[in-house]
Every structure is written in structure tokens, then in C-alpha cells.
């Protein structure tokens, strides 16, 4: 296969930054963003308004009055990050083909603040699952795993074959292609390899009807809306049997211990959608950028004591 260099590099960071030079650039990418038609004011629905020379970058509505920043109702809402930061952080993590940890972050930004990095982040990693995205279809390969996890000071550790000690469990997906390459994943958390758990996960990320690829694990036993194609793992190895899930579990495996130096258990679920956001991606990064700004903008804010408490 050619190199998707060859046809989708992403924009390099001194284009990048000719395009944004600034928050008045940003600025502007947001109103078309949120308003593609023109103004729309989320309180009255009104479609005219102009914007105000007094306050930075705030549109007030010429029918009820109403001031809307343009970050307001985003996750960039009353952060006080430059838009500009905020912009070249979105493509570091959009484009980037193998993520960048909030200490990386933090030091290609500038910030004076591991936890402003970390928040940064973890905003931008909410917006990588696109509310509208369609089900995995066709022929899907699917297996589960397991992610040891770590506290702030312990290794990485976990206990042996499929006991939950010390791990995450976690269920994935591959869309295989017509040529039988890897197409779209999806990736979960888990509570158990049961039944009800593994059909859960795939009547919700695998289109009714697809064909479903397993390792003949008895949790895939009860589907009822999918072909079930079971090849039992015997003599030989399970990933020569499902080749492209195991390959996604090695390399998120791999990005888990590379760049985060392994996972934790709090907020596995943002690293797993960051990951299916970069694979899914992996051969259109140069729209990757303008794919995650359009879902920014449409999701509320969420503070930092939300994604701590797991709310957001």
C-alpha cells in the first residue's frame, strides 16, 4: 500500500500557523464553525446581530440583546487559553500520529501549568467521538483485552490471563475492507466478558446484519441481529486467526506505554476514544483538524472537577 504521506500529509506547523496567526483568525474559523449561515442567537433564535467592538470576539443579538461569545457553549467556554493555543493543540492531538501526552503539551504550549495541559486535553479528547458517526458494517473482526492500569505511583502491573485484577477490560472492533484490510475500530470498557456485556458493545457499535468475526469465546454465543462467524483459537495463535483486532491491541498497548506512560484507570475511556479518533483517521489527517474543532463547538462546557469526578 502507498504511503499516505504521499497524499494526506497534514498541513506543517509553520502553514498551520499562517492560517491561525492569531485569536482574530481563530475567532473567525469559530463563527463560521458555529454559525456556517450566519448569525443565530441560542436564546431567541434570532438571525441578526453584529459583533462587539468592546468585548473580545461577542456577538450581541439585535432582537432580544442577548451577548454570545463565540466560545461560549464550547469546550473552549471560559477557558482563559489563548484560541490560538487551543488551535495548535487541536492539531498537535488531531495530526499527530502518535498522540502527545498533556506533558508534551504543556511543553509545545508554553503553559505554565501541568494541570491547564491536562484539562486541555481531556477537553479536546470529549470531542473525538462525533455524536453522528455510523456503526461499524460489512465483515468485523472483534475480541477483548485487557489494560493494566496504574495509580500515580505504582507500576505498570496486572494479573495473569483473564482475572480483572489490576486491569481494565476492554472490547473492540475492526470494519474489515473489501480487500480485507483494517478499516473504522471502536473500542469500549467493559465490566466482564459475559453474554449480555459483548452483545451490548456490538449491537451498538456493529450495524444489525454485519458479520461478526470471533474468536469463539462463548460471550459472543447470543447474538441474535448478527451472522456469527466463530473461528476457535486451537494450535494456532489467536492473531493469526483475527489478525487486525489484535494488531489495534498491540498498538494502543504500545501508545499506552510509550506516550502515557501507562494508562489510568480513571479516565482509560478518553484515552480509547482518542485512539479510535486517530485510527479512524490515520489516512484523512488533513481534515482531522477541522473534524474535531466542528465537534468542539458543539458540545457544553465541562470543568476540570467534571472530568475528575467523571461527569463530563
Keep these: 500500500m502507498p504511503s499516505r504521506w504521499k497524499s494526506d500529509r497534514p498541513p506543517a506547523l509553520a502553514a498551520f500557523g499562517g492560517r491561525f496567526p492569531d485569536d482574530r483568525a481563530c475567532a473567525d474559523y469559530l463563527c463560521r464553525k458555529r454559525w456556517p449561515q450566519g448569525f443565530v442567537c441560542p436564546a431567541c433564535g434570532g438571525l441578526k446581530g453584529w ?3 468592546a468585548k473580545r470576539f461577542t456577538w450581541e443579538c439585535a432582537a432580544c440583546g442577548r451577548q454570545t461569545s463565540v466560545t461560549a457553549g464550547t469546550v473552549m467556554h471560559r477557558s482563559k487559553v489563548p484560541l490560538r493555543l487551543w488551535f495548535l493543540a487541536a492539531h498537535l492531538m488531531a495530526t499527530h500520529s502518535n498522540g502527545i501526552s498533556a506533558l508534551q503539551m504543556q511543553a509545545q504550549l508554553g503553559l505554565g501549568s501541568y494541570k491547564t495541559a491536562w484539562l486541555l486535553c481531556h477537553k479536546l479528547r470529549r470531542a473525538m467521538v462525533d455524536p453522528e458517526r455510523e456503526p461499524l458494517a460489512g465483515v468485523v473482526e472483534v475480541d477483548e483485552t485487557s489494560i493494566p ?3 500515580k505511583a505504582d507500576p505498570v502491573e496486572g494479573g495473569q490471563g483473564r482475572s480483572p485484577v489490576g486491569k481494565s477490560l476492554v472490547a473492540g472492533a475492526v470494519e474489515l475492507t473489501e480487500g480485507g484490510r483494517a ?18 458493545f456490538v449491537t451498538r457499535d456493529v450495524e444489525r446484519g454485519a458479520t461478526v468475526v470471533s474468536d469463539g ?8 441481529e448478527h451472522p456469527h ?10 492473531h493469526v486467526l483475527l489478525p487486525w483486532i489484535h494488531r489495534v491491541f498491540a498498538n494502543l498497548k504500545r501508545w499506552g506505554t510509550g506516550v502515557l506512560h501507562g494508562f489510568r484507570k480513571a479516565q482509560l475511556d478518553r484515552y480509547l476514544q482518542e485512539f479510535v479518533f486517530r485510527w479512524n483517521r490515520r489516512r484523512h489527517t ?3 483538524f477541522d473534524s474535531l474543532l466542528g465537534i468542539a463547538v458543539t458540545l457544553p462546557h465541562a470543568s476540570y472537577r ?5 461527569r463530563a
Design 51 to 53: 459583533e462587539l467592538g
Design 149 to 151: 492500569f496504574r495509580t
Design 183 to 200: 478499516g473504522r475500530i471502536r473500542l469500549a470498557l467493559i465490566e466482564d466478558y459475559g453474554a449480555t456485556t459483548l452483545t451490548k
Design 217 to 224: 469465546w462463548s460471550g459472543y454465543g447470543s447474538l441474535k
Design 229 to 238: 462467524e466463530a473461528k476457535v483459537v486451537g494450535s494456532m495463535a489467536a
Design 286 to 288: 488533513r481534515v482531522a
Design 306 to 310: 467534571d472530568f475528575v469526578d467523571r
